[in-house]
C-alpha cells in the first residue's frame, strides 16, 4: 500500500511517501505561510523521487488541525481533491499527535496568538482530556498537572522542545487514523472563531 502523509497545519510542511511502513521519500522543513507556494514543487519532486506517480497512491493521510487557520487548508484541500477525483482514501490524525507520535507523555504547545496556547497531553499517540485553547496562566496549571516531555513551542513557557521526527510519527499513529466517510463534509479542527484565528 503507498500511503501519503501530509502536514501544512503549523509551522511545518511534512510530506511523506510510504510503501507500507517503510518511508520512500519524504521532507519536514520549515515553511510558515509558505507552504502554499512550496507544498505542490516538493510533492512533484518527492514523487519523481520514489519512482511513483499521484495515480499509484492508495491513501491520504493529513493533520486535522488545531493550527493555522491557512495552513490546514492547504494540505486539506489537496487531499480532498485527491480522494475524490481518483477514489483514494483519506484519514486524519490532529496536529497535536503527530507532535506527540507515540512517546509515554508529552504535552504538546502551539502558539495560538493573543498570549494563548493550544495544547494537549498525549500518552502513546491518544490524546488525554482533549485539545484546549489556554492562557498562559492556564498553560502552567496545565504543565504542573501533566508531566512529560514539551513538544512544539516549548519556549513559550521557558523551555526546550523534545526532538520530533514527524515523518516517523506518521506511520507510528497509524493505529489511530480516523478514516474520512464523506469526504466533502471534512471541515479542520479550528478551536476558536477563524476571524481571530488567521495567523
Do not use: W
Request: aromatic share 8%.
Amino acid at each position: 500500500m503507498i500511503s501519503l502523509c501530509m502536514d501544512s497545519s503549523y509551522k511545518l510542511l511534512v510530506l511523506g511517501l510510504y510503501q507500507d511502513q517503510k518511508l520512500l521519500a519524504g521532507i519536514s522543513l520549515e515553511a510558515f505561510k509558505k507552504q502554499s507556494e512550496t507544498i505542490f514543487v516538493e510533492l512533484n519532486r518527492l514523487l519523481k523521487e520514489a519512482n511513483l506517480d499521484y495515480k499509484d497512491i492508495d491513501r491520504v493521510v493529513i493533520t486535522k488541525g488545531p493550527g493555522s487557520y491557512t495552513g490546514i487548508r492547504i494540505a486539506m484541500t489537496i487531499a480532498k481533491v485527491l480522494c475524490s477525483q481518483m477514489n483514494k482514501e483519506l484519514y486524519t490524525i490532529s496536529t497535536m499527535q503527530l507532535y506527540a507520535g507515540v512517546r509515554e507523555s508529552v504535552n504538546v504547545i502551539l502558539d495560538a496568538r493573543s498570549h494563548r496556547a493550544y495544547t494537549a497531553h498525549v500518552e502513546k499517540g491518544k490524546i488525554v482530556d482533549g485539545t484546549k485553547i489556554l492562557t498562559m496562566e492556564e498553560l502552567q496549571d496545565f504543565l504542573a498537572l501533566y508531566q512529560g516531555d514539551i513538544a512544539g513551542d516549548a519556549d513559550l513557557v521557558g523551555r526546550s522542545a523534545c526532538e520530533v521526527d514527524y515523518l516517523q510519527n506518521f506511520i507510528d499513529l497509524e493505529p489511530y487514523y480516523e478514516k474520512v466517510e464523506n469526504i466533502h463534509a471534512l471541515v479542520p479542527d479550528y478551536l476558536k472563531e477563524s476571524d481571530s484565528y488567521k495567523v
